[in-house]
């Protein structure tokens, strides 16, 4: 069994940076970590995800150009720092462990975290 709990989010100013942070327990040595993200009234989409252990980084069209995901595996941790937020990057971001299946598909992970608010105003 595997469970994730995220931190790190807030709310911030556009411009700002933030870095989430998704702390894995169980075997997660086989897992794609990855991050998804849900604004108000909008589908929950893929913004990346990182191979474990081969640090294959993943990037959604959410995450490409602003966005890093990164693990530690000493401390069996997910992060995804966030550059020069913008007000639509507003959402509800969640971690997700996947042992199978397209890397970008919620169907594709088995585990989830309950998810970290951020919120970012103009």
């Known amino acids: 069994q595997v469970q994730l709990v995220e931190s790190g989010g807030g709310s911030v100013q556009a411009g700002a940076s933030l870095r989430l942070t998704c702390d894995a327990s169980g075997r997660t040595s086989s897992y794609v970590m990855g991050w998804f993200r849900q604004a108000p009234g909008k589908e929950r989409e893929f913004v990346a995800a990182?191979?474990?252990?081969?640090?294959?980084?993943f990037y959604g069209n959410a995450g490409r150009g602003r966005f890093t995901i990164a693990h530690d595996s000493a401390k069996n941790t997910v992060y995804l720092q966030m550059n020069s937020l913008k007000p639509e990057d507003t959402a509800v971001y969640y971690c997700?462990?996947?042992?199978?299946?397209?890397?970008?598909?919620?169907?594709?992970?088995?585990?989830w975290g309950q998810g970290t608010q951020v919120t970012v105003s103009s």
């Open positions: 990182i191979r474990w252990p081969d640090n294959s980084p």
């Open positions: 997700a462990a996947s042992q199978d299946g397209p890397i970008a598909a919620q169907t594709s992970y088995s585990f």
